[in-house]
């Protein structure tokens, strides 16, 4: 059984993080509810890995088939999971203590866009869409201003 399954039921409630220490281990997650009924939920893990995979996340459907974890470096696990009669979209982050809890938090903080944007595609492949361009493609490079021909910016003298 998953460490984040037997974390999930000490969550205090939805849209709060919480803290707690197991075994030198420290554990923070938040929860958000998706517009998705848990019927129609497991429908949704193959685009959320699909898109997942897209994005260069390594994805897997949980032991349990009640969910899919989304795994991002630097230590934060986006579970889209049904419990309790609902549907979340829950960012965890289950570190030894070499965090803080102000890092975990800024952790969960940073991977909220990327879970939003794994959702919005898996949401639009979902109801038979294309995924956002923006949520199936690597951002462009930044632009630069390249030299002027000839290699340099100064005018000609005359």
Sequence with gaps: MSLLKLVAPMSIAMLAAV??????????ETRYPLP??????????GPIGQ???????????N??????QVFQNGGATIVFRIEDGKFFEEISILSTNDFSEADRQQKIKDAKP?????????????????PPAAATTAAPPAATTAP???????????
């Design 63 to 68: 032991a349990t088939k009640d969910g899919i």
């Design 19 to 28: 803290s707690v220490s197991i075994g030198g281990c420290a554990v923070s």
């Design 114 to 130: 990327i879970a939003d944007q794994i959702w919005a595609c898996a949401d639009a492949i979902r109801k038979g869409g294309a």
């Design 36 to 45: 998705v009924t848990p019927a129609e939920a497991p429908a949704t893990f």
């Design 148 to 158: 002027p021909v000839g290699g340099t910016s100064a005018a000609p003298t005359p």
């Design 51 to 61: 898109c997942a995979t897209s994005q260069g996340y390594k994805s897997e459907v």
